[in-house]
């Protein structure tokens, strides 16, 4: 069997997975992150078949890779494949960042926690307390949810199928069961006051943040949301970037202050380096450089 690690190799090497995978802004941000932080890594972009992943990741393995980011649509294939999962990787069902470890491939979502800074740190939107609506019961609406509630917000979820916001809802709370954190052992003990459905039949139950957790902007499709359902000053965080959503602009015409998602990229991926390098770089001039580049309008 080959060598895991090649002792002649200086630089670590890192890579994103997906196909297609073309488009993906990992490269760049990660070598901003490496020159900002002087670490000394080498990130490609690898198109897998979409027969080929498992192949791929045991190629990377035995090339001495230390570790790799996971994009569509291999995300479910990378839970399956990896060795032990974190918490939040168990309560999305999903991976999103791998970590090589000798024999062990640990599998991370780092999804929610990118989000959660966004909101927090570059936006200045404190949640704990805060009564959010989350849109959506898909692998996205997944890999944010457990996060959201360890920042202690009233979560409310909304799909267009109740049962799958429904199925998300009872996956939630049996990832917390698991944890038995003490923060979060209201949202166990008392589901219906922490964690909920959410129903357009509660019209005029307004919200302190409202995330769309959906895909429907690139199909410009509508979110049937009412009226007032926005509270004062409320934030609505569109996880998509690159376009102005239906779901922004119906928002803004609320008097919503809108973001976009484009931070909770650069967060997701900061919390993907620093679970391989142990360092936490600045994200701030990152998000900078990427809304120049791509001319992304800054949040609103």
Same mark, same amino acid.
């Given at each position: 069997?080959?060598?895991?690690?090649?002792?002649?190799?200086?630089?670590?090497?890192?890579?994103?997975?997906?196909?297609?995978?073309?488009?993906?802004?990992?490269?760049?941000?990660?070598?901003?992150?490496?020159? =900002?932080?002087?670490?000394?890594?080498?990130?490609?972009?690898?198109?897998?078949?979409?027969?080929?992943?498992?192949?791929?990741?045991? *190629?990377?393995?035995?090339?001495?890779?230390?570790?790799?980011?996971?994009? #569509?649509?291999?995300?479910?294939?990378?839970?399956?494949?990896?060795? *032990?999962?974190?918490?939040?990787?168990?309560?999305?069902?999903?991976? $999103?960042?791998?970590?090589?470890?000798?024999?062990?491939?640990?599998?991370?979502?780092?999804?929610?926690? /990118?989000?959660?800074?966004?909101?927090?740190?570059?936006?200045?939107?404190?949640?704990?307390?805060?009564? #959010?609506?989350?849109?959506?019961?898909?692998?996205?609406?997944?890999?944010?949810?457990?996060? !959201? #509630?360890?920042?202690? #917000?009233?979560?409310?979820?909304? $799909?267009?199928? %109740?049962?799958?916001?429904?199925?998300?809802?009872?996956?939630?709370?049996?990832?917390?069961?698991?944890?038995?954190?003490?923060?979060?052992?209201?949202?166990? $003990? =008392?589901?219906?006051?922490?964690?909920?459905?959410?129903?357009?039949?509660? %019209?005029?139950?307004?919200?302190?943040?409202?995330?769309? &957790?959906?895909?429907?902007?690139?199909?410009?499709? %509508?979110?049937? !949301?009412?009226?007032?359902?926005?509270?004062?000053?409320?934030?609505?965080?569109?996880?998509?970037?690159?376009?102005?959503?239906?779901?922004?602009?119906?928002?803004?015409?609320?008097?919503?202050?809108?973001?976009?998602?484009?931070?909770?990229?650069? %967060?997701?991926?900061?919390?993907?380096?620093?679970?391989?390098? /142990?360092?936490?770089?600045?994200? &701030?001039?990152?998000?900078?450089?990427?809304?120049?580049?791509? =001319?992304?309008?800054?949040?609103?």
């Amino acid at each position: 069997m080959p060598s895991r690690y090649n002792p002649r190799t200086m630089t670590d090497q890192y890579a994103v997975i997906g196909h297609p995978i073309a488009h993906s802004k990992s490269p760049l941000i990660h070598q901003m992150f490496a020159e =900002q932080t002087g670490q000394d890594i080498r990130y490609t972009a690898i198109d897998s078949p979409l027969d080929g992943f498992a192949a791929t990741i045991e *190629r990377l393995h035995e090339a001495g890779y230390q570790g790799c980011n996971v994009t #569509v649509p291999f995300k479910f294939e990378a839970f399956q494949l990896a060795t *032990r999962l974190s918490e939040r990787a168990q309560a999305a069902q999903a991976v $999103n960042t791998l970590k090589f470890d000798g024999d062990t491939i640990l599998g991370d979502n780092t999804d929610g926690a /990118g989000l959660v800074r966004d909101i927090q740190h570059n936006l200045g939107t404190l949640l704990k307390d805060k009564r #959010v609506l989350l849109i959506g019961a898909g692998g996205a609406a997944y890999g944010v949810a457990l996060p !959201l #509630v360890h920042a202690q #917000v009233f979560l409310k979820i909304f $799909n267009r199928t %109740e049962q799958k916001a429904k199925a998300l809802k009872k996956s939630l709370l049996q990832a917390l069961e698991r944890s038995r954190s003490p923060a979060i052992f209201d949202a166990i $003990n =008392q589901p219906s006051s922490k964690v909920d459905v959410y129903s357009l039949m509660n %019209e005029g139950q307004p919200f302190d943040v409202v995330i769309n &957790a959906t895909s429907a902007g690139l199909t410009d499709s %509508e979110i049937p !949301l009412p009226p007032g359902i926005f509270a004062p000053h409320a934030l609505a965080y569109d996880m998509m970037y690159g376009r102005d959503t239906p779901f922004m602009k119906f928002s803004r015409a609320q008097g919503a202050q809108v973001a976009d998602g484009l931070g909770m990229l650069v %967060e997701q991926a900061a919390e993907a380096f620093y679970l391989w390098r /142990g360092v936490r770089p600045d994200t &701030a001039p990152v998000v900078a450089a990427l809304r120049q580049l791509c =001319q992304v309008p800054p949040s609103c």
